[in-house]
T-cell receptor, first 114, second 115 residues
């Protein structure tokens, strides 16, 4: 069965600095998708970034980028120029290309120090 | 685009009553909708997957007679918590996917408190 592991329950970063959130996953599939979702205090789940496993190029969305290491089954999220609004719970998630459901990690709570 | 709404945003009910939560895809047709439950400071736990016009598929350990799911149209799914008890108090979140798409879009969630 596929699993997603986020080993950092909490992280803290100074405003304007860069922070990296870790995520590893386990799967025997070769075709899948990886996601980072953000859940701010409002509890609305927001898609931050998505990566297709067949793409070697790391996905980027403005200040957010990923380091996708397929062989190592690692999918970390880098947030550059951290802003106060980035404070949230961040969930790493995995989805088989052949399945409909997403498997979530346990989350990392990110706080931003002004 | 890809907006999902939920109603109500929060509800308080007495033990033994039933509560219905609606999930709507506002600007797209959602062939598949998902219902999650989230306890404080925890991750999302998938309860069931529903496809329009079909019976929902429940995850192991989720009582289908307790949590009734109906996906009557491509834009609406409902979750009814029957005979609610205090232990059913939680945050319930729905999500929806476009046909053939991989990304789930989430509703804002419903906070349920059973007294």
């Amino acid at each position: 069965a596929q699993t997603v592991t986020q080993s950092q329950p909490e992280m803290s970063v100074q405003e304007a600095e860069t922070v990296t959130l870790s995520c590893t996953y386990d799967t025997s599939e070769s075709d899948y998708y990886l996601f980072w979702y953000k859940q701010p205090p409002s509890r609305q789940m927001i898609l931050v970034i998505r990566q297709e496993a067949y793409k070697q190029q790391n996905a980027t969305e403005n200040r957010f980028s990923v380091n996708f290491q397929k062989a190592a089954k690692s999918f970390s999220l880098k947030i550059s120029d951290s802003q106060l609004g980035d404070a949230a719970m961040y969930f790493c998630a995995y989805k088989d290309s052949s399945a409909s459901k997403i498997i979530f990690g346990s989350g990392t709570r990110l706080s931003i120090r002004p | 685009g890809a907006v999902v709404s939920q109603h109500p945003s929060w509800v308080i009910c007495k033990s033994g009553t039933s509560v219905k939560i609606e999930c709507r895809s506002l600007d797209f047709q959602a062939t598949t909708m998902f219902w999650y439950r989230q306890f404080p400071k925890q991750s999302l736990m998938l309860m069931a997957t529903s496809n329009e016009g079909s019976k929902a598929t429940y995850e192991q350990g989720v009582e289908k007679d307790k949590f009734l799911i109906n996906h009557a149209s491509l834009t609406l799914s409902t979750l009814t918590v029957t005979s609610a008890h205090p232990e059913d108090s939680s945050f319930y979140i729905c999500s929806a996917t476009l046909a053939g798409a991989e990304t789930q879009y989430f509703g804002p969630g419903t906070r349920l408190l059973v007294l």
